[in-house]
C-alpha cells in the first residue's frame, strides 16, 4: 500500500523533472525518493515514467495519475489548512495559460488586489497565442478565445467578443480605405503567423477565403495591436484587445462585418479534476470580474 508522502513525492518527481530534483522539493534523499515512487508503481502495478540515463518523462498512465493526484492533494492541504485555522485562506500554486494581450490588459491591472487578498497563491502565467493542452503543458486551467474544441474542459463564459478587421488613420490615409473585403487583399497585413489566410464574406454572404499580402508577421497579439498601430498593415483583432486604441482613435474598423463567422467569446476553462480545488474556483471568479 502506498501513503500521502509517495503521493507527494510522486507528484514532485514529475515537477521536478528527475528523482534527485523531486527529492529536493519534499526534503529527502533520492534514495528514498526513489524507493517511494518504486513502492507506488508496484502498489499500482503501472509504470508511471519512462526512464532511461538522461530523462525521466511521464508515461500516458503516469500523466492521468499525476493530473488527478496534484489535484487532489491541493484539496487536502486545502482542508488542512481549513480544519487548522478555522478560516478558507487560500495557498499554493496557480499555473494557467492565456491570450499576452489578456494577459497585460484584463489580468494584470487587477491582480495586485487579488495577491493582497490571498497573499499565500502564487502564479505561473504562460502567455501564448497558441492552443494549449493543459495537461500535457502542467497547466490548472486557462482563459481562451473562441470556439471551444476540447469538450472534456469546463467552461465557464466570461464575455462576448468577436474579431475584427482593424487599421491606423495613418495607413488608411497612405492607402486609401477599402470598401469592401476584396479590396483589402492586395494592401499590406500585419499577421499572427496563422492569419495570413482569411475566411470572409462575400457580397452574397457566402464564404471565401483569400491569402493576404503579410508585409510583417509577428508572434505575439500584444507585438500585432502595436505594429497595427504604427500603421505597418491592416490586422485581424479581438475588439476587445483593441478597445484602449479604438477609444483614442489610434485605430479603426475596416471593412466591417466582413469575416466569416467572427463571434470569438471569451472562456474561463479547467479540468474535471481540478473542479473541487478552492484556489481554482477563486482564481476563476477572480478573471471573471476582470471581464466585468
Same mark, same amino acid.
Given at each position: 500500500?502506498?501513503?500521502?508522502?509517495?503521493? !507527494?513525492?510522486?507528484?514532485?518527481?514529475?515537477?521536478?523533472?528527475?528523482?534527485?530534483?523531486?527529492?529536493?522539493?519534499?526534503?529527502?534523499?533520492?534514495?528514498?525518493?526513489?524507493?517511494?515512487?518504486? !513502492?507506488?508503481?508496484?502498489?499500482?502495478?503501472?509504470?508511471?515514467?519512462?526512464?532511461?540515463?538522461?530523462?525521466?518523462?511521464?508515461?500516458? %498512465?503516469?500523466?492521468?495519475?499525476?493530473?488527478?493526484?496534484?489535484?487532489?492533494?491541493?484539496?487536502?492541504?486545502?482542508?488542512?489548512?481549513?480544519?487548522?485555522?478555522?478560516?478558507?485562506?487560500?495557498?499554493?500554486?496557480?499555473?494557467?495559460?492565456?491570450?499576452?494581450?489578456?494577459? @497585460?490588459?484584463?489580468?494584470?491591472?487587477?491582480?495586485?488586489?487579488?495577491?493582497?487578498?490571498?497573499?499565500?497563491?502564487?502564479?505561473?502565467?504562460?502567455?501564448?497565442?497558441?492552443?494549449?493542452?493543459?495537461?500535457?503543458?502542467?497547466?490548472?486551467?486557462?482563459?481562451?478565445?473562441?470556439?471551444?474544441?476540447?469538450?472534456?474542459?469546463?467552461?465557464?463564459?466570461? @464575455?462576448?467578443?468577436?474579431?475584427?478587421?482593424?487599421?491606423?488613420?495613418?495607413?488608411?490615409?497612405?492607402?486609401?480605405?477599402?470598401?469592401?473585403?476584396?479590396?483589402?487583399?492586395?494592401?499590406?497585413?500585419?499577421?499572427?503567423?496563422?492569419?495570413?489566410?482569411?475566411?470572409?464574406?462575400?457580397?452574397?454572404?457566402?464564404?471565401?477565403?483569400?491569402?493576404?499580402? @503579410? #508585409?510583417?508577421?509577428?508572434?505575439?497579439?500584444?507585438?500585432?495591436?502595436?505594429?497595427?498601430?504604427?500603421?505597418?498593415?491592416?490586422?485581424?483583432? @479581438?475588439?476587445?484587445?483593441?478597445?484602449?486604441?479604438?477609444?483614442?482613435?489610434?485605430?479603426? %474598423?475596416?471593412?466591417?462585418?466582413?469575416?466569416? !463567422?467572427?463571434?470569438?467569446?471569451?472562456?474561463?476553462?479547467?479540468?474535471?479534476?481540478?473542479?473541487?480545488?478552492?484556489?481554482?474556483?477563486?482564481?476563476?471568479?477572480?478573471? #471573471?470580474?476582470?471581464?466585468?
Amino acid at each position: 500500500m502506498y501513503s500521502i508522502d509517495d503521493l !507527494k513525492t510522486f507528484v514532485a518527481i514529475a515537477d521536478g523533472n528527475g528523482v534527485t530534483a523531486g527529492a529536493r522539493r519534499v526534503g529527502i534523499s533520492p534514495a528514498t525518493a526513489s524507493h517511494r515512487l518504486n !513502492k507506488l508503481e508496484a502498489a499500482l502495478k503501472l509504470t508511471l515514467f519512462h526512464r532511461n540515463s538522461r530523462m525521466l518523462k511521464l508515461t500516458d %498512465e503516469g500523466q492521468l495519475f499525476f493530473d488527478r493526484t496534484e489535484a487532489i492533494l491541493a484539496d487536502l492541504a486545502q482542508a488542512e489548512r481549513d480544519a487548522g485555522s478555522g478560516s478558507a485562506e487560500l495557498a499554493g500554486h496557480i499555473r494557467v495559460t492565456m491570450s499576452p494581450w489578456i494577459l @497585460s490588459r484584463f489580468i494584470l491591472p487587477a491582480l495586485p488586489t487579488f495577491q493582497r487578498e490571498h497573499p499565500k497563491l502564487t502564479f505561473d502565467f504562460l502567455a501564448v497565442d497558441r492552443f494549449v493542452a493543459l495537461s500535457a503543458e502542467g497547466q490548472d486551467c486557462a482563459v481562451r478565445v473562441g470556439d471551444l474544441s476540447d469538450s472534456s474542459l469546463i467552461a465557464r463564459k466570461l @464575455s462576448d467578443n468577436h474579431r475584427i478587421i482593424c487599421a491606423s488613420p495613418e495607413f488608411l490615409a497612405q492607402h486609401g480605405t477599402p470598401q469592401n473585403i476584396e479590396a483589402t487583399v492586395d494592401l499590406p497585413w500585419v499577421c499572427l503567423p496563422w492569419q495570413t489566410r482569411i475566411a470572409f464574406k462575400d457580397a452574397k454572404g457566402k464564404r471565401k477565403d483569400a491569402t493576404v499580402r @503579410s #508585409s510583417v508577421l509577428v508572434s505575439n497579439s500584444d507585438t500585432l495591436t502595436e505594429a497595427v498601430s504604427q500603421g505597418l498593415g491592416l490586422a485581424i483583432k @479581438s475588439r476587445l484587445a483593441v478597445q484602449n486604441e479604438f477609444a483614442e482613435g489610434r485605430l479603426v %474598423e475596416v471593412a466591417p462585418g466582413s469575416l466569416w !463567422k467572427p463571434d470569438a467569446p471569451i472562456w474561463f476553462v479547467y479540468p474535471p479534476e481540478a473542479r473541487s480545488a478552492s484556489k481554482t474556483d477563486a482564481f476563476g471568479k477572480f478573471v #471573471s470580474s476582470c471581464f466585468g
